[in-house]
């Protein structure tokens, strides 16, 4: 098999891999109105569903970074997916609030490690040169999942009942699981290598580690302050149409996977820093005119299409950047600290925004203004903070990308 061919066979395995992991997160919200009906839960408990997923998910990244570079990567995926198929297994499973957040928290558990893993074997086995690309591809799954699988799920839970779109999922997981473990190559050259591996405290201990924390936390928090709030804003503040949401989400979905793929093969060209402020530069107007000065005369589908092109130019270079920070024996306990640095900080934007804002008695919201300065204050953080890493990385023998000659 030829290395483009291969290379293509691992992004698209790890990339079903993806589609699996966030599909896993992202249907139980959508769930609600069924769990509530079925399972007793109160509405203000959904909450807790969804929390117990990212407490997991934050404190496995935790645990994961101390000791998965101790392993064959691909055997520990199949394990992280394993546990993963058995905790979705488990929520079709579950009877009440308790057995559902208990079989949430056992696949966070598994799902934030099967990311971390994913992302340090493509950083393994993708050069340089192309990463950026195959990391864009890999990043589609999250659009993909948005675009059709969320729909799909309440269409199971419509004509399948509620309990459907979790055994669906964790029956896609296990083929998927199986997949990969037979058609994945070994990932054990961090094991072969007869360097010894670098301590967890020398690691934390590096300039370019502790910015691409901050860079993850910053951004994190930036999306996700104002993410959560977008439908009820759209809805109740500027008048788009409830019944249109679903539109709005797979147009803003089918965006940002053709954005994607051009983003990864400019970052590979430029650099991503780069590519980030260009996707800043996007985003801060957007952000402005669709959540400050909104109105009902607001262009609220071109706006979202805009506002998801924006996040896709943003996010492919940092995944880019994040994965030429470690060495390949550090990549996966590195990609599980930044999955825990991640998760942690998208539950602290979640509080920070409940506390910035309160409800009007129609149903809107009031202070997303103020909401939006913080998101627009986070979200400059990200060029120089990729500026500097990519300065430290040059520094430390590695090539720089060159801009692009007109």
């Known amino acids: 098999m030829s290395d483009a ?15 699996v992991n966030i ?42 970074s101390w000791f998965l570079d101790r392993f064959d990567r691909r055997p520990a995926l199949f394990v992280a997916m394993l546990g993963l198929v058995v905790g979705t297994a488990a929520g ?46 890999l990043m589609t799954a999250f659009s993909v999942s948005s675009v059709l699988g969320v729909p799909c799920g309440l269409f199971l839970a419509a004509h399948g009942g509620w309990r459907a779109p979790f055994f669906v ?21 961090h094991l072969d290598d007869p360097q010894p591996q670098p301590t967890y405290a020398s690691m934390l201990r590096r300039s370019d580690v502790r910015l691409a924390a901050a860079l993850a936390a910053s951004s994190m928090m930036a999306m996700f302050v104002l993410i959560p709030q977008i439908s009820t804003f759209m809805v109740f503040n500027v008048g788009y149409p409830q019944a249109r949401l679903g539109l709005l989400y797979m147009a803003g979905g089918v965006t940002s996977i053709v954005v994607l793929r051009a983003a990864g093969a400019l970052v590979d060209r430029v ?113 120089p903070l990729m500026w500097r890493i990519e300065r430290l990385l040059a520094s430390r023998g590695e090539a720089e990308p060159q801009p692009l000659r007109l």
């Open 169 to 189: 999922v964790a029956a896609m997981g296990a083929v998927i699981a199986a997949a990969a473990t037979f058609a994945l190559p070994s990932a054990r050259e």
């Open 23 to 64: 599909l896993d997160f992202m249907m139980v919200m959508p769930l609600g109105p069924y769990l509530v009906e079925h399972l007793g839960i109160h509405t203000n408990q959904m909450g807790l569903v969804a929390g117990s997923y990212t407490a997991s998910a934050a404190v496995a990244g935790l645990v994961g």
């Open 271 to 383: 650099g991503a820093w780069r590519i980030a402020a260009l996707g800043t530069l996007l985003l801060v107007p957007v952000l402005y005119v669709g959540f400050v000065v909104a109105s009902p005369a607001t262009p609220a589908a071109a706006l979202f299409a805009v506002f998801m092109a924006s996040t896709s130019l943003r996010n492919v270079p940092f995944n880019q950047l994040q994965s030429r920070v470690p060495s390949p024996k550090e990549r996966a306990r590195f990609m599980s600290l930044l999955s825990s640095v991640q998760h942690v900080s998208s539950a602290l934007a979640g509080v920070l925004s409940s506390r910035l804002l309160s409800t009007r008695a129609d149903g809107g919201l009031v202070g997303m203004s103020t909401v939006t300065y913080v998101a627009i204050g986070l979200s400059l953080l990200a060029p």
């Open 5 to 19: 061919r291969r290379e293509r066979s691992i992004v698209a395995l790890l990339g079903a891999v993806q589609f």
């Open 92 to 137: 079709g499973l579950a009877t009440s609030l308790t057995t559902l957040v208990l079989a949430r928290v056992v696949a966070g558990a598994f799902g934030g490690p099967a990311t971390a893993l994913s992302l340090a074997i493509v950083s393994d086995k993708i050069p340089q040169a192309r990463r950026g690309r195959a990391l864009a591809s």
